[in-house]
């Protein structure tokens, strides 16, 4: 259903349909792609031992893309944890978040 707002109509269906659009999900997939090349520049500046990787894939309908910090630590490696033996805390490297320019 639309509604009038200053003369336009508005569809609440706007943003699924503009989702769907083909060079909208290019853009989105393009962004993963330069997200994910600066998320891999962030993580071999920290990369000393482990397997962590950066992962960019896209969801089951082609319209989503993802930009993943793959590893069994992921979530401690992102935003931090408490040291094992000292219990002292030791700070995230924000891998993803600041590759995608949010830290």
Do not use: C, P, W
């Amino acid at each position: 259903m639309a509604r009038r707002v200053t003369g336009v109509r508005v569809y609440g269906n706007a943003a699924e349909v503009a989702a769907h659009e083909l060079g909208v999900r290019a853009a989105v997939a393009e962004q993963a792609v330069k997200i994910g090349v600066r998320a891999e520049m962030r993580l071999a500046a920290h990369r000393d031992t482990g397997h962590a990787e950066i992962e960019v894939s896209k969801g089951t309908k082609g319209v989503d893309s993802f930009v993943s910090l793959v590893d069994d630590a992921a979530m401690s490696i992102e935003f931090g944890h408490r040291h094992n033996r000292s219990g002292e805390f030791v700070r995230g490297l924000y891998i993803i978040t600041g590759a995608a320019g949010l830290a």
